[in-house]
């Protein structure tokens, strides 16, 4: 069966499918609403099970689809497990129905009268730009650039042709969340970097206990960041709570302090996030209804108060070692003062461990309390 045919019988059947992009590898999942013989709309779910917008995807850019497998199962579950647990989701967006014989035109002539923040796909110089869509000619698409983490690259202009782009995403939480922040101008503001030396720590003992949001970058990598505020601090690690891309409550993680590289104080992330921060706070959606924000740690022990912590409430734990540039899924059975008898999960698809145990000063950082650790937990321990 061709591309084409398996997306028009998926089509027909209102299948849930997965579509493999061929440039990115990334993977969209989800329902088409309309299709023709160049394009198609897909509405699409997160990797939560939960509806988060549209994507409008040039068929040419499909390496294939499935409509069974594995991943599309493990989807299935989160939705129903979403669905009972009452989930905090994106507001849906009801699009009109397009002309599906000029499916590219009308979408594209929807998101420009909309002034919807959008994710274009293989269209730019980078891979992937946010930006708002312009104008619309028989050949040109012209957009206006947006950049989450430095505003001075807000609103350079480009033109692309109409059928260069691989795929368009709008209507998610992320964007919906950008295009309401963006309504109004924001001034580029110059980052505040700490480095790891004498000041660092006596800086973030401050913040301790305050809704100050930081970004800590760790060593490995300057791409690798955490988000989140202080909560527990010693003079070798520290605790954050977390707040994730779309300013919902992210978990924690336990870091040590010889791992940062550096930390940020003030950039223009940090203020989308902490603006989505108070949105989802005064909504009363902050915490999914399944995670718990209010955890405690004696910070005499911060890494045998986290474990006993963790082990207690069974949280899947994702550890990273020191000396190792792998991290690993795994649950606590015991906590010692010294020391933590782990189940580590050496084959994921069979759901089998090794139980091991191993020194505090054997971790870099931990991470637990997530989302996706806890479908992850139903996923491999119940």
């Known amino acids: 069966m061709s591309k084409y045919k398996q997306l028009q019988h998926s089509y027909q059947q209102q299948q849930l499918i997965d579509v493999v992009m061929r440039p990115t590898k990334d993977i969209y999942t989800g329902t088409i609403c309309q299709l023709n013989s160049r394009y198609l709309l897909m509405r699409v779910y997160n990797d939560y099970g939960l509806l988060n917008g549209y994507v409008l995807i040039a068929i040419r850019a499909i390496a294939f689809v499935s409509d069974h497998g594995a991943d599309l199962e493990r989807i299935k579950q989160r939705i129903k497990i979403a669905q009972s647990k009452e989930l ?4 849906k967006l009801t699009v009109p129905p397009f002309s599906a014989d000029h499916l590219l035109t009308t979408v594209l002539k929807y998101l420009i009268d909309q002034q919807l923040i959008v994710l274009i796909i ?3 110089n980078y891979q992937y730009q946010q ?3 312009q104008a619309l000619n028989k050949q040109q698409v012209k957009i206006a650039t947006v950049d989450f983490f430095d505003f001075a690259y807000n609103n350079q202009p480009i033109a692309f042709m109409k059928n260069q782009f691989d795929a368009i995403e709008f209507g998610g939480q992320e964007l919906n969340q ?15 970097m700490v480095k790891a030396n004498l000041h660092l720590i006596p800086l973030l003992k401050s913040l301790k206990d305050t809704e100050t949001l930081i970004m800590v970058y760790i060593n490995t990598s300057n791409n690798n960041f955490y988000v989140g505020k202080i909560i527990n601090i010693t ?6 709570s977390l707040v994730d891309q779309d300013g919902y409550f992210g978990g924690y993680a336990l870091i040590r302090l010889s ?3 550096f930390v940020s104080t003030q950039t223009d992330y940090l203020r989308i996030i902490a603006t989505y921060r108070t949105w989802h706070q005064q909504d009363q ?6 995670l718990d924000d209010k955890m405690q740690f004696d910070n005499q022990n911060l890494w045998q108060s986290v474990f006993q912590q963790a082990t207690l409430q069974k949280l899947m734990l994702r550890v ?4 190792l540039n792998t991290d690993f899924l795994a649950y606590g059975l015991q906590a010692k003062e010294k020391s933590v008898k782990l189940a580590v999960f050496d084959d994921l698809q069979r759901q089998t461990t090794q139980i091991q145990e191993f020194k505090y000063d054997d971790f870099a950082r931990i991470t637990f309390g997530y989302l996706n650790s806890y479908f992850t937990k139903a996923e491999l321990i119940n």
């Open 131 to 133: 930006a708002k869509i």
């Open 320 to 323: 990273q070692f020191r000396q």
């Open 178 to 192: 950008a295009t309401k922040f963006f309504l109004q101008p924001h001034k580029h503001q110059l980052p505040i």
């Open 88 to 91: 905090f989701a994106s507001q």
């Open 285 to 290: 959606t902050f915490v999914q209804p399944v």
């Open 235 to 240: 003079n070798q690690e520290m605790v954050l």
């Open 259 to 261: 791992e940062v590289s």
């Open 122 to 124: 293989g269209a730019t």
